[in-house]
């Protein structure tokens, strides 16, 4: 059964860095892209990183470049992103998804290309 579970998120005061994993099983991962999208309450849910499926390839949002890094672990089958300096308004819940089909990142705005989801996990960020 195919499945993404994210994981590491939480309340981080502002300028203060966590890590977001996200676990899957189901398939194999360095068969697809996988993205990490955010979504903030009354706003559209937007692309943050993908990383290719060798990991050579990764992209970022212009909101996150310089802070934020997408890498994955295809051995443990785990993506992860590392989020520094964050700001307030990074608060969000923050997904990883899969890429429908294929190894290469679609844009980030190209949202419905990623068919698979995980549950999501917040991040706060706040004083």
């Known amino acids: 059964q195919l499945q993404l579970v994210e994981s590491g998120g939480g309340l981080v005061q502002p300028g203060g860095s966590l890590r977001l994993s996200c676990a899957a099983s189901?398939?194999?991962?360095?068969?697809?892209?996988i993205g990490w999208f955010r979504q903030a309450p009354g706003k559209e849910r937007e692309g943050v990183s993908c990383?290719?499926?060798?990991?050579?390839?990764?992209y970022n949002a212009d909101s996150v470049k310089g802070r934020f890094t997408i890498s994955r672990d295809n051995a443990k089958n785990t993506v992860y992103l590392q989020m520094n300096s964050l700001k307030p308004e990074d608060t969000a819940v923050y997904y990883c998804?899969?890429?429908?089909?294929?190894?290469?990142?679609?844009?980030?705005?190209?949202?419905?290309?990623?068919?698979?989801w995980g549950q999501g996990t917040q991040v706060t960020v706040s004083s």
């Open positions: 189901g398939f194999t991962l360095d068969y697809y892209a």
């Open positions: 990383i290719s499926g060798s990991g050579r390839s990764t």
């Open positions: 998804a899969r890429l429908r089909t294929g190894y290469v990142c679609p844009s980030l705005s190209s949202v419905l290309s990623f068919a698979y």
